[in-house]
């Protein structure tokens, strides 16, 4: 419960992880400097008591995208497996129990939970934002659609869609804009699990079929393969290519400590082929992809793998809604469900939310973050408050992104993975100075929200504005007024600067062509 007292020093909007994980390094922050118990509240459109904690607890996203550090860096430098995470996201994967990959969605919602009452952070659960007040430029305060006003400081917005942000004036590009293609937009998953498949006997299942989609002389199997290539022979062959690897062998699944990774088509060919559907995520408007499935028990296995094609508009319209999965996509999940319930699956179960991957960006961020600034390394090192790695991830693709490219002269849009140091002013507002976004939303340009969506990545600048927030109202400031350094200094007092590894890739040079060019119209 909320106290009667409305005012508070920062107040967070949207439950998304790194949301929660700034609120708590505010609070704990303010604490280690006041020796008094923070005011500070968390508020979220979405029905906390269901789990907080976003798309990786009411979405169920369990298989977690973790930095990757080839293995040459990491002997070099001395790394973990994952490099070197921040300090609050190593602390709540440890509560939650995550081995490598896989997050228990129950257990994830119980660590966010007890990391928040501990700090002494507040919790309001199904708020709607009725109008935000700005005064002097800033938001002063957040009235509720019933008629509660809450007062505060600073604020951090947390939500896929830049919610608060956008209620408070914020402009906010929709889809991939910042390309010239607004209603381009990445597809949003319905993660569900099963249960009654072990990882064991999902591999001899698709073992079984990759060995009849390899084998021509399997006609019946063949048929399938054109069934679900929407009769297009070349397609076909594609997909029967994709069961072997380079010496013949099957390429089966990989089973991790935690995680499966699924390297053939052939559970998609086979879903397809008996829904009468061509796997073409843009024609069809769905897609049951490779899928990244994470082991939660020994026969219950969480599916990030089938993928809805929405547009710019569409993508908005659903983070708006909460991210609640709409009719067509629960009727198609009756079919996910019976499909693999005929593999023996005793139980299949959708998320209550979707997971959209990204929902435009917002403008006028105190210092934008492009693809190309993240190939050459991102901030400097003596800004620096972590290092992140991963590649510019657009899973479905980006519609429309190659023709534009090839008209503007430019052969490809594909770029080499960047290894970045992180910052905190690219989520900062400039014309809302005590107002920052910590989401996919944030102000990335270009391909850079591909890299920058990732909640690992936006942890770290989560933590960051979380001290920076309590810098600010230490000394009268704005969030917008606070510097990497201020917030680098604190880490280094705290013991929780981790290693910087940040470099510089050759290819940014040409991506920042690319971004430019494609911005322009």
């Known amino acids: ?45 979405s029905n906390m008591q269901q789990g907080i904690g976003g798309h990786l607890v009411r979405g169920c996203l369990a298989y977690l995208d973790r930095s990757q550090i080839s293995p040459q860096q990491r002997q070099s430098l001395g790394l973990d497996t994952f490099g070197a995470p921040p300090a609050i996201y190593k602390e709540f994967l440890q509560k939650a129990g995550v081995k490598q990959i896989a997050l228990d969605p129950q257990k994830a919602a119980a660590a966010l939970g007890e990391m928040l ?24 305060s957040i009235k509720t659609a019933k008629g509660e006003t809450y007062s505060g400081k600073q604020f951090i917005d947390a939500t896929v869609n830049a919610e608060l942000a956008q209620a408070a004036q914020v402009k906010k590009l929709t889809g991939f804009e910042t390309f010239g293609l607004p209603e381009s937009e990445l597809p949003v998953t319905l993660v569900f699990e099963t249960k009654g498949i072990s990882p064991q006997k999902l591999k001899d299942i698709e073992l079984g079929y990759i060995k009849r989609f390899a084998n021509r002389a399997d006609t019946a199997a063949q048929e399938l393969l054109l069934k679900a290539a929407g ?11 994709d069961m072997l690897d380079a010496k013949g062998n099957p390429k089966s699944l990989w089973i991790g400590a935690d995680f499966i990774d699924v390297r053939a088509a052939a559970l998609s060919v086979a879903y397809h082929s008996w829904r009468g559907q061509k796997i073409a995520l843009h024609e069809a408007g769905l897609i049951l ?18 993928l809805f094609n ?34 023996g699956a005793t139980a299949v179960t959708p998320a209550a939310e979707l997971y959209i991957r990204h929902a435009g960006n917002i403008t006028g961020v105190v210092e934008p973050l492009s693809g190309a600034k993240m ?38 849009v594909s770029f080499h993975q960047p290894t970045f140091n992180i910052g905190i002013r690219h ?23 591909a890299a920058g969506r990732i909640v690992e990545f936006n942890s770290a600048v989560g933590q960051g504005l979380g001290i920076a927030a309590v810098i600010a109202i230490q000394t009268n400031r704005n969030l917008a007024d606070i510097s990497n350094q201020e917030v680098r200094q604190v880490l280094r007092e705290t013991g929780k600067l981790p290693p910087i590894f940040g470099r510089s890739g050759e290819q940014a040079t040409l991506l920042a062509q690319v971004e430019t060019s494609l911005a322009q119209g």
Request: overall charge positive.
């Open 231 to 241: 009769q297009e022979a070349g397609r076909a062959e594609i997909f029967q290519k």
């Open 427 to 449: 989520a900062i507002i400039k014309s809302v100075p005590n107002l920052a976004v910590v989401s996919p939303a944030s102000g990335f340009e270009g391909l850079a929200s």
């Open 375 to 412: 190939l050459i390394g991102g901030v400097s090192e003596a800004e620096a408050l972590g290092t992140f790695s991963y590649h510019f991830d657009v899973r479905g693709g980006i519609p429309g992104i190659g023709e534009r490219a090839r008209s503007k002269g430019f052969p490809s």
């Open 1 to 45: 419960m909320v106290a009667d007292n409305r005012t508070y020093d920062v107040i967070g909007f949207g439950d998304e992880v790194p949301g929660v994980l700034a609120m708590v390094a505010a609070a704990r922050e303010y604490r280690r400097r006041t020796q008094k118990p923070p005011r500070m509240l968390l508020m979220s459109k």
């Open 310 to 343: 929405v547009t710019g508009a569409e993508a908005e319209k659903l983070a708006k809604n909460g991210g609640k999965p709409t009719p067509e996509m629960l009727a198609e999940m009756s079919f996910i469900e019976k499909w693999f319930k005929s593999l």
């Open 117 to 140: 009452k501990t700090a002494g952070v507040a919790t309001l659960s199904n708020i709607e934002i009725s109008s935000v007040q700005i005064e002097n430029g800033k938001i002063s």
């Open 289 to 306: 992809d490779k899928g990244n499935i994470a082991i939660l028990g020994s026969d219950r296995l969480s599916w990030n793998a089938l």
